[in-house]
């Protein structure tokens, strides 16, 4: 699994969601950081890549676990 | 030598916070035992939920402001100054006017704040409705429409997770109701995938828009405004032309908690969901939208999370007993679906909302909370 520069426990919310989490981070972080976001909620699997596909971000690795998945995201600009 | 509470802020949670254990520690007050201080940089409060139904001029704006020596429990001292920085090593909190608050349990209650010129150009042409002279200056606007574009823009984070939903519904209705509603075209953008981030919400929101022909741009984070053409342009690269742009800026917590080393990103307190103590600080609380938690930044959180802390701040001061109560995130928000109509959700941390069939009975709940919350902030309901 990739390293991240930045790793948020979003599990267990709902609102305002593990994506604005990761859309936060990302805002935030510098170009070629990678930010993790921990999530059970399970509409993040979906979600976040498709916004990192929109906002032309990188999608590094999204790995499913027992108590949520972790979801990678670099910054690419 | 008693034992000293010190609240920074005085809105819902602070107000809240100090008069649920002024009223539970009557007895330690008058023996000063205990001594509770609240420290606001405004010496009035603000109904914000007030400023939706000011923007549509429904509701008149010297209504949702009081003084907060009148909110306060009569024991509770109020020092009118903005907090500048806490020492947790020596237990104070200096303010500007240079005065130093020594305690022995802090709580922080300082909100959060609209952040318009962290998008560039949003501040020059748009308008918003979160705060009281932004809701009126928006009322005047649309007295003046006649008809074309509107935007309602929304930024991320941002409290009441419900009031650009209710906004836009509310314009929907407002503009039938003046015959304006064919000369208009409204698009909402929104920072995720769908209308809102809870799942339910979206649904319905996005049912509404549909039939009541409200355009929806999803995954849109204001990047810029074009004050010349008046362009909205998104983070993900979309666009949005507007004659009126109505928006919910991002917001930050305030600046004092970067300022002392307390508050991480966004000036946000990190906080822990049980107990509300910001991390490393057993004896530093932080209550309502400036915490980092997971959760929706509204008054009703600010309530139930305000409830806990004085539950284990009355155990701390009069016994030294070990919080034992904890958040489980509760949350609740009306949802105005229109001018005469409502619904709402309830939700915690483990159990998400579902949103009821809109009704009048509920619009009408409502409108008595609006009068009821005042109750509810001196602690005697
Ligand atoms: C348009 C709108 C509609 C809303 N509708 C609803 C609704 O329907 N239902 C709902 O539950 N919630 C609603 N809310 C949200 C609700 O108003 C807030 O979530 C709630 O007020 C949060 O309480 P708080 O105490 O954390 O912050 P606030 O009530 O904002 O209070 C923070 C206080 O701290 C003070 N302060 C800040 N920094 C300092 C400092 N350094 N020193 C001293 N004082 C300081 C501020 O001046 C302020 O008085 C709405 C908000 C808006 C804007």
Redesign the pocket.
């Given at each position: 699994m990739a390293t991240a520069d930045r790793v948020i426990d979003a599990r267990g919310s709902f609102c305002p969601g593990p994506l604005m989490e990761m859309i936060r981070a990302i805002k935030t972080a510098e170009v070629g950081q990678v930010v993790e976001v921990l999530t059970s909620d399970s509409g993040s699997r979906t979600d976040i890549p498709k916004w990192a596909e929109k906002a032309g971000q990188e999608l590094v690795e999204v790995v499913n676990g027992d108590d949520g998945d972790a979801i990678l995201v670099r910054k690419v600009k | 030598m008693p034992k000293r509470l010190l609240v920074?802020?005085?809105?819902?949670?602070?107000?809240?916070v100090a008069n649920l254990v002024a009223r539970a520690l009557e007895g330690k007050l008058q023996h000063h035992e205990v001594e509770i201080t609240v420290?606001?940089?405004?010496d009035d409060?603000?109904?914000?939920?007030?400023?939706?139904y000011v923007a549509f001029d429904l509701m008149d704006p010297r209504s949702l402001v009081r003084p907060?020596r009148d909110l306060l429990h009569p024991r509770v001292h109020f020092v009118h100054?903005?907090?500048?920085r806490v020492d947790a090593e020596s237990r104070t909190v200096s303010?500007?006017g240079g005065v130093s608050l020594p305690y022995d349990y802090l709580v922080i209650?300082?909100?959060?704040?609209?952040r318009p010129e962290e998008v560039p150009g949003l501040a020059e042409d748009a308008h918003w409705?979160?705060?009281l002279d932004g809701?009126v200056k928006l009322r005047e606007a649309l007295q003046d429409l006649r008809g074309g574009r509107i935007a309602v823009s929304v930024g991320i984070p941002?409290?009441?997770p419900?009031?650009p939903v209710?906004?836009t519904l509310m314009l929907d209705a407002w503009a039938r109701t003046r015959g304006l509603r064919d000369a208009l075209e409204i698009t909402y953008t929104y920072p995720v995938a769908r209308a809102h981030t809870i799942p339910a919400v979206a649904a319905f929101a996005e049912a509404e828009f549909e039939r009541r022909e409200i355009k929806v741009e999803t995954f849109f984070n204001m990047e810029s405004v074009d004050t010349g053409t008046h362009v909205l342009h998104s983070q993900e690269g979309t666009d949005v032309a507007y004659d009126l742009l109505v928006t919910?800026p991002p917001h930050r917590?305030?600046?004092?908690?970067g300022a002392s080393g307390l508050a991480g990103a966004g000036d946000w307190y990190p906080t822990d969901r049980q107990f509300l103590r910001v991390q490393g600080h057993d004896n530093i609380f932080a209550?309502?939208?400036?915490t980092d938690l997971p959760v929706?930044?509204?008054?009703?959180?600010?309530?139930f999370e305000?409830e806990v802390v004085a539950d284990n701040l009355v155990g701390l001061l009069s016994e030294g007993r070990r919080p034992g109560h904890t958040y489980a995130g509760r949350?609740?928000?009306?949802?105005?679906t229109g001018l005469e109509e409502a619904t709402y959700i309830s939700f915690d941390f483990q159990h998400p909302p579902v949103v009821p069939t809109p009704s009048r009975s509920i619009h009408f709940f409502?409108q008595t909370?609006n009068q009821i919350h005042w109750a509810s902030l001196k602690a005697v309901i």
């Open positions: - | 920074v802020g005085s809105g819902t949670a602070g107000l809240m420290l606001g940089e405004r409060y603000i109904y914000q939920p007030g400023f939706l907060v100054d903005r907090a500048q303010t500007e209650a300082t909100g959060s704040r609209i409705f979160y705060t809701a941002h409290k009441c419900v009031a209710e906004f919910v917590g305030d600046a004092f908690g209550v309502g939208d400036t929706s930044k509204a008054g009703s959180v600010a309530h305000s949350a609740f928000c009306f949802i105005e409502k909370y």
